[in-house]
């Protein structure tokens, strides 16, 4: 899978204007292939149900979160590390991938998306007829 | 020719524009930041860690996805807290060439701190959400800010 970034298509208008400016960060992902599958797992803590989305469009897939309003603010800060940021990135996907069957799950901050392989891509033994 | 405070503007105008090109231009950031969570060779700097406090309590926040939470141990001792865990390697199952990306790093961590006030401890509790560790740490009676009665004399 190459790594695309896709510029925004939308025809005219005000380019400033499309520009958000929340702040995303690039989550690290691991990818790996098995004989049906390849698998996405990428870290994106402070991220629920409700702010994760995945999806694919003319073969990208983008993986997007938006972390968790925190009440921060109601306390004082003694001490800071880091910054719940929003996440973003995007993968290129070949033929390979069946794409009606890409599934994900969310588990822990934690988001593992499964892209199954279409039947033809799969490694096929073929038969051998013997003759005489 | 600048006078003092012209330029002390000036500077900070220049270090304002700065920040905001490193903010939002995508491509001058590395591809993976520090945000990455990697605990490789930095071990005792895992998890990230954000501490604010109110009145009554402590709160200690931590960036920790992906950790199994009956793995996780929360400690408090003498006013100084400690997290150890362990973040799940790659499945064993899959070879190594197998991988086309390998950016996650796992391994044992363990990080200690010190609170800068008495905790009790009957008063802490600790939660595991969408991978980050959210410590509450109740503050003792005597390092609770007092308000004190002034007494006015004739």
Known sequence: MTEKTVPVKKDGGDIQATREDARYLIPAVDIFETENELVVICDVPGVDQAGISVGVDENILTIEGRTLDREEDLSKEIHREYRLSNYHRQFELSDVIDQEKISAELKHGVLTITLPKAEKAKPKKIDIKVNG | MFNRSNLAREMDALRRSLDQVF????????????????????????????????????????????????????????????????????????????????????????????????????????????????????????????????????
């Open chain 2, 23 to 154: 903010d939002t231009v995508p491509f001058v950031r590395p591809p993976v930041s520090r945000f990455a969570f990697l605990p490789g060779l930095a071990a005792r700097q895992y998890p990230l860690i954000n501490i604010f406090d109110d009145e009554n309590r402590v709160y200690v926040e931590c960036l920790a996805p992906g950790l199994d939470p009956e793995e996780l141990s929360v400690t408090v001792e003498n006013n100084k807290l400690t997290i150890r865990g362990e973040k799940n390697g790659k499945p064993k199952a899959v070879a190594p060439e197998a991988y086309h990306r390998s950016e996650r790093a796992a391994g044992k961590f363990i990080r200690s701190m010190d609170i800068g006030c008495d905790i009790d401890p009957d008063k802490i509790t600790a939660e595991y959400k969408h991978g980050l560790l959210l410590i509450t740490l109740g503050k003792s009676e005597k390092s609770k800010p007092r308000r004190i009665q002034i007494i006015a004399g004739q």
